[in-house]
């Protein structure tokens, strides 16, 4: 395996004598690795060790180079890498950039054929990154991604697919409707319910947190949507790969465990963020319209959020700080 460490940049130096004795530096281009592991890290430090190790074991028989793009965690999960694993090319931000701006870092330290987008609370089975490899040799020029099994630490499945959000979707996603009718067609489709995540298919948006990309694929279609921060950028990732008609498939063959939100359930602005880039995503493909419904939506979030706080307070008077609170958080969401 080609480990990506200090050592190994894109090309090594190599010094000889001239006949007339003058030195003369030869770039020698180290060959191009199969794989990139890249692997975006915020506050995970227990578990991103874990992953690597097992990204080691993974990776056996592959050329393969492993990046790790740290956003400004103070866990201690920089220095734990540093001493570890020194195989590893590790990229320090300074602030954390979200999700979307981390990627597209690790995106631009990747030299890989192929590249593997793992989140540090996964864990890669022995044999899983060779599976995924040789499906995406399989499917040729035509695959845009793949997306291995997803299983939490007790051995069941997550069922991590979902297809495409509509402006339907957002009538019925965390509204009266969908609390009302949580099996309706609409639910249905858009958390693929009508398959238990059995059998390898080409799916709409395989999830994003172990999604291996041919490099000539992200260099068609670019790399994530900043303004999506941290939600719905690989939503918009895998939609623009549609358009550019590619396939994106999911591998049941292929196995990874994933301890599902170690890293983003540790964000204090997750609710708020989410309802942010939500908004952003439909602007962007729905246009006005997109915007206002999603907008929309929030409004009755927030209004629903203030009386289920008065519900667990028990008074009006006890609510009124978070009453402040969430209607200066809905305020600055719906002005931009």
């Known amino acids: 395996m080609i480990a990506c460490g200090a050592n190994s940049a894109s090309y090594n130096a190599k010094s000889r004598k001239s006949t007339s004795d003058v030195e003369v530096t030869e770039l020698i281009a180290v060959a191009r690795p199969t794989l990139s592991v890249a692997i975006l890290s915020w506050n995970t430090e227990a578990l991103l060790a874990e992953c690597l190790e097992s990204v080691w074991v993974a990776c056996e028989g592959i050329s393969s180079e492993t990046v790790v793009v740290d956003n400004a965690s103070s866990d201690g999960s920089v220095a734990m890498v540093e001493s570890r694993f020194p195989w590893v090319k590790l990229v320090k931000n300074r602030t954390n950039d979200g ?13 890989g054929e192929y590249i593997l987008l793992l989140g540090s609370d996964t864990r890669p089975e022995r044999n899983s990154l060779k599976t995924l490899l040789e499906f995406a040799r399989s499917k040729g020029e035509a695959l845009g991604a793949v997306a291995p099994r997803l299983v939490n630490p007790d051995g069941t499945i997550q069922r991590a697919c979902m297809r495409w959000p509509t ?50 694929v992200v260099a068609r279609i670019g790399s994530m949507d900043p303004s999506l ?15 550019a008609g590619f396939s994106r498939w999911y591998c049941e063959e292929a196995e990874v465990l994933h301890h599902q939100g170690a890293s983003t ?45 008065r519900r667990d307070i028990g008074s009006w008077k006890a609510t009124r700080p978070h009453v402040r609170q969430i209607t200066k958080t809905a305020v600055q969401i719906l002005r931009r």
């Not at 009266?176 to 958390?191: A, D, H, I, M, N």
Request: charged share 25%; glycine share 6%; with cysteine.
């Open 99 to 111: 999700y979307a701006i981390g990627v597209n870092h690790l995106l631009s330290h990747c030299r």
């Open 265 to 309: 359930k540790k964000y204090a602005d997750f609710g708020p963020e989410w309802h942010r880039n939500r908004i952003a995503y439909y602007r962007k493909h729905f246009g006005r319209t997109g915007k206002f419904l999603a907008k929309l939506v929030l409004l009755f979030v927030a209004i629903r959020q203030v009386f289920r706080v």
């Open 229 to 243: 921060w941290l939600f719905f950028n690989d939503v918009d990732w895998c939609l623009r790969m549609k358009q």
């Open 167 to 216: 402006m339907k979707t957002l009538l019925w996603w965390d509204t009266p409707l969908g609390t009302r009718w949580p099996k309706s067609s609409e639910l249905v489709r858009y958390q693929y319910l009508d398959w238990d995540h059995h059998g390898t298919r080409e799916v709409d948006q395989p999830p994003g947190t172990c999604l291996l990309v041919p490099a000539v």
